[in-house]
């Protein structure tokens, strides 16, 4: 019998790591929920500066998927500096924004994904296949 | 006996659910929550529902607070209006998203008469959407509880 794309995927994405970075609690839960079901470990934090914590704390994911508007370090900043820093995890910014200068400003800070909010389920398998096709 | 009333239940959840779809007041975001809830975590509906309405009150208690100002600070406004926004987005709630679209217009164009009126707009979707959030709830909570009993 044929296994399910979502069985597929499960199987594929065993092993990947993640961090959620985002202030709103509603959207940590989902996405925790959304990467636990694909079998993905994962961690959440509240802003962009624990994201750079837990980077400078020896953490290392595999994906982290990074609000753009949080209190302390928004992601911008964030993301510019966990690059600066070294960091080579696939960085996909998920946000509500849709101003296209923002989005800009936020890809070239050091991107390599960008998915508008709300993340499905197909949004986050389409992340995940680029970190399987990269790996 | 209870095989029928937990039938009879599900099929009430769903019709409940489609209604609120019909009226707009979901949006097919919901579905995507409802289908992250199996047998591993079979409260993450209602547990989903109480942090949006722990939040949405807490936010709608703040936009309150700051419109109620003599001069109002529009970029406070905003990032709480941006927070609702988001929170809706995340969970289906489409009308109340696009009640926050509004405030947020009218917080860029700096009217304090067009944020209150899209605030009144919000604080009445949102407890229209609280009612039925409960009663999914309870529906929720019901079938639970036959399915724990089987």
Known sequence: MAQSRHAVEKEQSTKITALVVDDNRINRTIHRRLLSNLGIENEVVGSGKEAVDAHCSGKKFDLILMDM?????????????LREMGNRSMIAGVSSRSMEEDIQEFIEAGLDDYQEKPLTMSKLISLIRKISLNG | MNQMALAALKTQLKNFVQSMFDEGVLDSQFSQI???????NPNFVDEVITLFCTDAE????ELNKYLGYQSVDFSKLDTYVHQLKGSSSSIGAHRLKLACVNLRQASDDRSKEGCVRALNSITREYCLLRSKFQTLIQLERSIIALETNR
Not at chain 1, 69 to 81: D, F, L, Q, S, V
Not at chain 2, 34 to 40: N, P, Y
Not at chain 2, 58 to 61: A, E, G, N, P, S
């Open chain 1, 69 to 81: 508007e949080m209190p302390i370090m928004n992601g911008i900043e964030a993301t510019r500096k």
């Open chain 2, 34 to 40: 409802q289908a992250l809830q199996d047998s591993s």
């Open chain 2, 58 to 61: 807490r936010i709608i208690t």
